[in-house]
C-alpha cells in the first residue's frame, strides 16, 4: 500500500473554551503531539470530533486550521459527514483544496433503505471526487454497515476507493480484507482495541483518537519490526485504558478526550452540549489512566 495508506491516524478531538468555541490552541496541541509522537498520518471531523455538534463553518475551519498546523508533516485525512451526493461532493472539494490528502465519507442520512441506496450513494461521491477515498462503515455508530460484496463492487468500479474505515471486531473485518483482495486498505477504528489482531487480519493501520495513539504506534511498528512480543506486551499495558475510553461513543468522547487533555497537560476540559456529564469518580479513572499512560510527546 502507498505509505499514506499506513499506520496510525489519531482522530483529532474537538476542544472547546469556557465559552464554546472551538479551542484554536489546544487543537494545535494535537497536531504537534501527534507528529512528536510518531503519527502516521492524522484525521479529523470523525465521530470523535463531534462533528455533528459542528456548525458548516466551525468544520471547514477545523480543516483548514489542522491543515496550517500541520504543513504537510503528515497526510490528512478529512471525514465528510452525511448529506446528499450533491453536499457530500461540495465538502470534498473544499477539504482538497484546504489541504486533505484523502476523505473519509460517511453514509448518508437515509435509513431502512436497501444497502444497494448506499452503494449507489458511495459510488456517487467516489465518481465526483478528485481525491483518494474511504467509505466509514460503522453499522454499530451510524446505522449503516455495507457487505463485503457490496465493498468490492465499490473497489473494483472506483479506482479512487483507496480506504475502508471499519468500526468493529476483527471477526467481521478479516472478511472485508480478504473480499476486497488487497485493492483497499483497510483501518480499523474503536480506539485500538484489538490492535494486533487487526494487523494480523490483514489491516493496514487503525484510526484511534488521541488518547493512546503513540501506544498504538509503538504497537504497529512492533508488528511491523516482527516483533510480535513486545506488541503484545505493550498492548497489554495500554488496553485497560482503551477499553475504559471505548465503553461508547458517549464515553470516548467524554472520558477518552479528558485522558488526552491530562496527557497534554490541561486540567480542565469544556463540553459542548448535549455531551455526557462526568462523574467524579470516573475524573478519577480518568487521571489514574493518564498518569499511567504518561505525558503525549511534546506536552
Not at 498520518?41 to 455533528?52: C, I, P, Q, R, W
Not at 483548514?64 to 498546523?69: F, Y
Not at 500541520?70 to 450533491?86: H, S
Not at 468493529?168 to 494486533?196: C, D, H, M, W, Y
Amino acid at each position: 500500500m502507498p505509505h499514506r495508506f499506513r499506520g496510525i491516524y489519531p482522530m483529532l478531538y474537538a476542544f472547546f473554551d469556557r465559552d464554546g468555541r472551538l479551542d484554536r490552541a489546544l487543537m494545535r496541541r494535537q497536531v504537534e503531539a501527534a507528529v512528536a509522537g510518531g503519527a502516521h498520518g492524522l484525521a479529523v471531523l470523525g465521530l470523535a470530533t463531534e462533528v455533528n455538534k459542528l456548525s458548516p463553518e466551525e468544520r471547514v475551519a477545523v480543516v483548514e486550521w489542522i491543515a496550517e498546523d500541520l504543513g504537510g508533516r503528515l497526510p490528512l485525512a478529512v471525514t465528510v459527514a452525511p448529506g446528499a451526493v450533491a453536499e457530500q461532493v461540495a465538502f470534498a472539494a473544499l477539504a482538497g483544496k484546504r489541504g486533505a490528502d484523502w476523505l473519509i465519507l460517511q453514509p448518508p442520512p437515509e435509513r431502512g433503505v436497501p444497502e444497494a441506496h448506499y452503494e449507489r450513494h458511495f459510488g456517487d461521491v467516489m465518481g465526483a471526487a478528485g481525491l483518494p477515498v474511504a467509505i466509514q462503515n460503522a453499522p454499530e455508530y451510524t446505522g449503516v454497515g455495507l457487505s463485503a460484496e457490496s465493498i468490492a463492487r465499490l473497489a473494483q468500479s472506483h479506482p479512487n476507493f483507496s480506504v475502508l474505515k471499519a468500526e468493529g471486531p476483527v471477526i467481521s473485518v478479516e472478511p472485508i480484507v480478504k473480499a476486497t483482495g488487497g485493492k483497499v486498505a483497510v483501518f480499523n477504528g474503536r480506539n485500538g482495541q484489538e490492535l494486533p489482531d487487526n494487523l494480523r487480519a490483514g489491516c493496514a493501520g487503525m484510526i484511534p483518537a488521541t488518547d493512546t495513539f503513540d501506544w498504538q504506534v509503538r504497537i504497529f511498528e512492533a508488528m511491523n519490526a516482527g516483533d510480535e512480543a513486545r506488541a503484545e506486551a505493550l498492548y497489554r499495558e495500554v488496553l485497560p485504558a482503551i477499553v475504559f475510553g471505548m465503553q461508547s461513543l458517549d464515553a470516548l468522547v467524554c472520558y477518552g478526550k479528558r485522558i488526552a487533555a491530562l496527557r497534554l497537560g490541561v486540567p480542565a476540559v469544556h463540553d459542548r452540549q448535549p455531551a455526557l456529564v462526568p462523574t467524579g469518580f470516573g475524573l478519577a479513572c480518568a487521571e489514574r489512566f493518564a498518569k499511567a499512560l504518561g505525558p503525549l510527546p511534546g506536552a
